[in-house]
């Protein structure tokens, strides 16, 4: 019971991280059926965030630990439009590195590990009439600490299709559903996806993963977002015990105020800060159980990055 119910929240929040991660961009691509209606968002063509969470002290065995986490995340993509531009082929590459640090009261130990996830998405936007259109994304990822050699358990695979129709000048909306395989684990959860943006004021949202508010200026905008973040590594991690270690999940959902400027041309710079909660640190052994609980409360966090939009 431990071992199916910790993977699949796990898995559950990394597929959320995936879903917003793609759809929040894949769907500003609406100009070409939009006939006279602008463009309710920019493409993204590229991204780079750094993410730093603030520390959690755990008492567990009489023994005070303090974890921190940090990320790095990156994205570059392009759309390829066919077909009198009716039909329009998405490639996107991610990276993402994911530190963690743990250190114990009473205890030599300092603990870092670096944990990584390379994924390729492969995805195909079909325009229709009367202003539809399919979308279906598939999503392989390895993700590993890499320390040792690549196995069939360091790949996963989740996919995700979703219907959208833009209905008027302001406002598209759209459902489907996503698909995650891993550890032979199966979730499949419905989306709900919303794009509203009129005069100054615009609202995005994927749900469950993700929905933001915002406000535009001159050259920048400021709102609020709220979005879930995960990954599951297969990794041993580098504590000086007895404990089988095997894999590394991680779940969050953050939520603040978010200021995006534009500093020259299609490059703009992005800052975000605010609450992280539902934070769950979790190690899980070779049977699929869970062995070391490094969940923590309410924390803070603050990212930066730079985006480039055409």
């Not at 070409?32 to 002290?57: G, H, I, M, W």
Request: glycine content about 6%.
């Amino acid at each position: 019971m431990i071992k199916t119910f910790t993977l699949r929240k796990i898995l559950l929040i990394t597929l959320l991280f995936v879903v917003q991660n793609t759809f929040a961009q894949v769907d500003s691509l609406s100009s070409s059926d939009s006939l006279s209606y602008e463009r309710l968002a920019k493409f993204p063509l590229a991204t780079v965030t750094y993410t730093s969470y603030s520390n959690s002290k755990i008492n567990k065995d009489g023994i005070k630990r303090y974890v921190g986490m940090s990320e790095v995340n990156a994205n570059l993509q392009f759309a390829i439009p066919l077909k009198n531009r009716r039909t329009i082929l998405l490639n996107k590459f991610n990276f993402n590195q994911s530190d963690v640090l743990i250190d114990s009261d009473g205890e030599q130990s300092h603990v870092h590990n670096q944990y990584y996830s390379f994924a390729y998405s492969f995805g195909l936007i079909k325009i229709l009439n009367k202003r539809w259109k399919i979308i279906g994304v598939l999503t392989p990822t390895l993700a590993s600490d890499f320390d040792a050699s690549i196995g069939k358990n360091d790949f996963i695979l989740q996919s995700s299709i979703l219907v959208s129709k833009r209905s008027s000048p302001y406002f598209e909306y759209g459902f489907g559903f996503a698909y995650n395989t891993r550890f032979g684990q199966e979730i499949a959860i419905p989306l709900i996806s919303l794009t509203y943006k009129k005069g100054d004021w615009g609202v995005f949202a994927v749900l469950p993963a993700y929905i933001s508010s915002y406000y535009h200026l001159s050259n920048s905008k400021i709102g609020l977002s709220l979005a879930a973040y995960g990954n599951v590594y297969n990794a041993e991690m580098n504590v000086p015990s007895s404990l089988d270690l095997d894999k590394l999940g991680y779940s969050r959902i953050n939520f603040g105020p978010e200021y995006q400027v534009k500093m020259f041309n299609d490059v703009y710079l992005n800052l975000k800060a605010g609450i992280t909660f539902r934070n769950r640190l979790e190690a899980i052994n070779s049977d699929g159980d869970l062995e070391l609980d490094l969940s923590a409360k309410t924390k803070y966090f603050f990212s930066v990055g730079i985006r480039i939009l055409k």
